[in-house]
């Protein structure tokens, strides 16, 4: 996979090169941690080294929400910061 990522064309025809290497993690949040939600964690985690080196950078969970914050669902959530309102999480830009 090339390490750049270019846009197909500008207007007059010329390659996009705006965006450079792609080496930052890919910040991604879930709203809601049920079977769909907690299993895209546990996939993240469980195979994150080989979904890297297929995409060309990791993709790191950053933020996730549901409506239990106590409820065990089986993944390691330290890493992310909870929020309690799903609408807040999405309209942070990080």
Not at 61 to 74: L, M, N, P, Q
Not at 79 to 86: E, G, K, M, Q, Y
């Amino acid at each position: 996979m090339p390490a750049q990522l270019l846009r197909p064309l500008k207007s007059g025809g010329q390659l996009d090169r705006e965006f450079n290497t792609v080496n930052a993690p890919l910040k991604i949040a879930i709203a809601g941690l049920g079977t769909v939600g907690a299993g895209t964690i546990k996939l993240l985690q469980a195979n994150g080294v080989a979904i890297a080196a297929r995409c060309g950078r990791p993709i790191v969970v950053t933020a996730v929400t549901a409506r239990d914050r106590k409820k065990d669902r089986g993944v390691d959530l330290g890493s992310v910061t909870w929020f309690d309102d799903a609408a807040v999480m999405a309209a942070r830009a990080d």
